[in-house]
């Protein structure tokens, strides 16, 4: 399950225990927030957000910090001590990396304490996310998780790709990387930036943040077993949905299911 942009302290309670409801019923797997847990990085707000990763009862986690997630009104923290308050609730690792089940997931942190809500990827990244690709497994569903989108949905959408990205892209495609996912505009949308990898954007999940029309959505990413090959490797069908909460009925329903071939 992807989440992103939760934004506590602009959260609606009534979509945040949705949320739950849909992780214990789909036994999720793994759960992956690319960033903005919070709306003013304050410790009461990282609190409420730990709390609510907690109450979906997954163990693994991959949970990354999005600018909202840096002090603004305590600038002086941001010299230094910028993720000290996202790190006493979600560790201090900002580039996670996890491998579970099918799943190779590496976080990359386009966030920076001088920058207020671009972002950007430095050289050293890439070749990190790259080398980091190519030491997967074979079959494993090789996906990378940023809190600003790599791929522009829109050509408004261009200015909140973070410096670096068309390197990035390509170079992590060439290494192996199946999927990207990020969040940042609070819009849903799948797209194949270049043969044989996809981009999936999740909008807002539990925010009232809603932008152009979007409700709450998240991401649920699901393998089936495939095929089996001529030297009898089996090759799964992979899955990316979105899930829209519907106002009506108080829960996430699934409005989209594409396969995702790697």
């Not at 793994?30 to 609510?52: E, K, M, N, P, Y």
């Not at 192996?176 to 930036?193: C, D, K, R, W």
Request: hydrophobic share 40%; net charge positive.
């Amino acid at each position: 399950m992807h989440l992103s942009d939760l934004h506590f302290g602009a959260h609606d309670p009534l979509v945040c225990a949705a949320v739950q409801r849909l992780a214990h019923r789909l036994r999720v797997d793994v759960v992956v927030v690319s960033g903005d847990l919070t709306q003013r990085a304050t410790r009461q707000q990282f609190a409420l957000a730990h709390d609510f990763v907690c109450g979906l009862g997954v163990d693994e986690r991959v949970v990354l910090a999005g600018n909202h997630d840096l002090p603004l009104f305590a600038w002086w923290l941001r010299w230094g001590r910028a993720y000290q308050r996202f790190a006493s609730q979600f560790g201090a690792q900002l580039e996670p990396q996890r491998q579970v089940g099918p799943f190779w997931i590496v976080g990359v942190n386009t966030t920076r304490p001088w920058r207020h809500e671009r972002g950007t990827l430095s050289a050293a990244q890439v070749t990190r996310v790259a080398e980091d690709l190519r030491s997967a497994p074979v079959q494993a569903w090789r996906i990378v998780v940023s809190h600003h989108p790599l791929v522009a949905r829109s050509a408004e959408d261009r200015s909140h790709r973070p410096h670096g990205a068309d390197t990035a892209v390509q170079r992590w495609r060439d290494a192996g990387a199946h999927m990207l996912l990020s969040g940042h505009v609070h819009h849903p949308a799948l797209l194949q930036p270049l043969p044989g990898l996809w981009s999936m954007q999740a909008g807002t999940a539990v925010s009232r943040r809603l932008r152009s029309g979007q409700p709450n959505s998240l991401v649920v990413l699901q393998t089936q077993s495939g095929p089996t090959g001529a030297l009898g490797r089996q090759y799964p069908h992979r899955f990316a949905q979105r899930w829209d909460f519907d106002a009506r009925s108080g829960d996430f329903v699934c409005v989209e299911s594409m396969p995702v071939a790697g």
